[in-house]
């Protein structure tokens, strides 16, 4: 048998900028209060399970699905409050929709623009598709900077902006108006980014008709359905016609469309599980800002960004103590020394809360005693 070709390595046929990216890093949780990763820490009732489960136990697995996803499309379009003649795009989660509007994009010197610190994935995503990716970095408070931006779209002329609205990490909602004007100045595709919209005050949908250029992206991860992996574009015709011609045949399964229908049809039992985050992230908050030594911001998201000395030690301390959060000291210069926790539910709160502060105190001892 003929040995491999000695020129088939990874090093030698996978592109430079591939090589130089880390995977995206989901930790293990088994056994801890986790709280990293921004889900929904509420069950469903029983009643609305059973629903799901005969759902489940009757569907066509032997089948492919819906190709188009028809009946799904306009519950979300119903629950959504879609302006008219604006249509709808699913993807496997949101990571998808992000890869296919840069895959459509991706000309030659193409520059994918968004701002820092950010969601990841658009920095990534630029990269696995061969576009330049140009950051624009945040104000000292994490708001945005509209003159840098106006400045970055008139040198770059990007093919695609990505705003989060909230932005994750951070969790503010950037000023409507500064948006607004980002969009009227770009010269190809904004994007904002409303994976957190049922935690939020404000959206983009209802300006989807004003701008020829504005796309709205949601994920119904954060609502309850992070299992389903479920996410949908929504705006004009005239883009997502031309998106669909890349959209992967029966990329949202039989079960994923048939429960996250059937979720929807109880969508008020899902707003109001997210009307009690939002009750509880103001519990959060306070006990946060009443924290000594931890500067909280405030959060518009299902989740908090906050800043403590030592942030490694501290970090180290909630998972010693069972308490899983999100590290993002070292992620960017603007994180430095910062963590960020989901809302969970009341009793997984208050152990938080009594793990952070144990966690400060250990740290401060270690460092006293060094």
């Known amino acids: 048998m003929p040995s491999p070709s000695p020129s088939a390595t990874p090093e030698r046929l996978i592109r430079r900028e591939v090589l130089a990216l880390h ?9 801890m209060i986790k709280l990293d990763a921004m889900e929904n820490p509420y069950s469903l009732p029983p009643q609305l399970c059973d629903e799901i489960a005969r759902v489940v136990a009757e569907a066509a697995i032997n089948r492919y699905p819906d190709a188009g996803a028809h009946s799904l499309k306009e519950k979300i379009r119903a629950v959504t409050a879609l302006p008219p003649n604006m249509d709808v795009l699913l993807g496997n989660g949101s990571d998808e929709i992000i890869q296919l509007l840069a895959m459509a ?3 030659p010197g ?10 990841v994935m658009y920095k990534m995503i630029a990269t ?25 779209i008139r040198q770059h002329r990007p093919a695609l902006v990505f705003l989060a609205y909230p932005n994750n990490p951070t969790g503010n909602l950037f000023d409507a108006d500064a948006i607004a004007q980002i969009i009227a100045a770009a010269p190809g595709l904004v994007v904002v980014d409303e994976a957190y919209y049922a935690f939020a005050s404000d959206s983009f949908i209802p300006q989807l008709a004003r701008y020829s250029n504005l796309l709205v992206m949601r994920t119904f991860s954060k609502l309850g359905m992070a299992g389903l992996r479920l996410g949908f574009l929504a705006g004009s015709t005239a883009w997502l016609g031309q998106m669909e011609k890349l959209r992967l045949p029966y990329n949202v399964g039989v079960l994923p469309q048939l429960v996250a229908e059937k979720l929807l049809q109880h969508h008020d039992v899902l707003l109001q599980q997210a009307a009690q985050i939002r009750e509880d992230r103001a519990w959060l908050f306070e006990r946060l800002v009443g924290t000594v030594d931890a500067h909280a911001y405030a959060s518009e998201a299902n989740f908090i960004l906050f800043r403590v000395n030592h942030a490694d030690k501290v970090f180290e301390g909630l998972k010693q103590r069972g308490i899983l959060i999100k590290k993002l000291h070292g992620a960017h210069p603007a994180l430095a020394d910062c963590l960020r926790v989901t809302v969970g539910a009341p009793a997984e709160n208050e152990a938080f809360i009594r793990a952070l502060q144990e966690s400060i105190h250990q740290s401060v001892q270690g460092i006293n005693h060094a």
Not at 129 to 152: I, K, R, S
């Open 105 to 107: 994009v991706a000309q």
């Open 110 to 119: 193409a520059v994918l623009l968004s701002v820092e610190p950010s969601f």
């Open 128 to 152: 696995f598709t061969g576009m330049n990716y140009v950051g624009v970095p945040l104000t000292e408070d994490f708001a945005l900077d509209l003159p840098a931006m106006l400045a970055a």
């Open 23 to 31: 995977a995206y890093h989901v930790p293990p949780a088994s056994g």
